[in-house]
């Protein structure tokens, strides 16, 4: 089943300490990227990938950190967590980037609270 | 940096009437596309519709179409024969041709609810 996973889905943790958010594709897709979705505020992209190695800032990077060492893999590391860090976070993956007739396929989001 | 605003927070409609939902989007991009997407309660995004900026004619996907309007920055979507399984919130969203098409930006979201 094509899909992109999330873990964990849920997560709390305390300030300051270190974090990994992992999402993975099985498609194939060369874009992935992440969101924040944080309510009155909407989604907000924090990095995307157009592919292996390649990474760029979305709208809310400060804070975070991406790598794409591998097409399928796309974590996100927080290595010092703040409050204001609290949201949803959703991960997504798209074939060849968001020009393309490919819908953009979604993770489930991982519900974060930091303390 | 581009924008996206969605101006009504929340929109009610009856089963099968139609409701539009506003967008407008500020760029200085020529080049760009703009999207519409559902997430229902169960949280997943789903792409509604797309629209490509250099293209005038609009877009539409079954009971799904769009006012696309370039000069005006507009980008409304209108939902025909509305159906209790369109309850969601909505998000219009932009991606810009100066990114390679790989940034995006969302709305702030309109909660939609359609009632029996």
Redesign the interface.
Known sequence: EAQVTQNPRYLITVTGKKLTVTCSQNMNHEYMSWYRQDPGLGLRQIYYSMNVEVTDKGDVPEGYKVSRKEKRNFPLILESPSPNQTSLYFCASSPLGLAVRHTQYFGPGTRLTVL | ?QTVT?SQPEMSVQEAETVTLSCTYDTSENNY?L?WYKQPPS???I?VI?QEAYKQQNATENRFSVNFQKAAKSFSLKISDSQLGDTAMY?C?F?D?G???????????TILTVHP
């Open positions: 940096a969605q596309y999207f949280r997943q995004m792409l797309r998000f969203a991606a041709g990114t390679s098409y790989g940034k995006l930006t969302f709305g702030q979201g």
